[in-house]
Nanobody
Framework: QVQLVESGGGLVQPGESLRLSCAASGSIFSINAMGWYRQAPGKQLELVATISSGDSANYLDSVKGRFTISRDNAKNTVYLQMNSLKPEDTAVYYC??????????????WGQGTQVTVSS
């Protein structure tokens, strides 16, 4: 089985930074794209950032220039560096990864979520 474990969330003031980590473990043959999603109270889940196996990244417009996604393939880990945080960034953040566990196709796996709260 595969597990994605997130860490790094917390309570910060506007303008501060946080770094989220998500480590995949278990029966992993290979990992394709990895990404971060978030869901604020009363709102739909939205895609924040993705990074391909070739390190090509894409971002939600509202986080461009403030957030940076990266990955360490040796550690099966994806990171989200969040700078200049705003109250509207408050949400539960989930990591996602397309993982192949055997000869079958890649399948999406999800982390349990980590709370990020930006408030003065």
């Amino acid at each position: 089985q595969v597990q994605l474990v997130e860490s790094g969330g917390g309570l910060v003031q506007p303008g501060e930074s946080l770094r989220l980590s998500c480590a995949a473990s278990g029966s992993i043959f290979s990992i394709n794209a990895m990404g971060w999603y978030r869901q604020a109270p009363g709102k739909q889940l939205e895609l924040v950032a993705t990074i391909s196996s070739g390190d090509s990244a894409n971002y939600l417009d509202s986080v461009k220039g403030r957030f940076t996604i990266s990955r360490d393939n040796a550690k099966n880990t994806v990171y989200l560096q969040m700078n200049s945080l705003k109250p509207e960034d408050t949400a539960v953040y989930y990591c996602n990864a397309d993982i192949r566990t055997d000869w079958r196709a890649f399948r999406p796996f999800w982390g349990q979520g980590t709370q990020v709260t930006v408030s003065s």
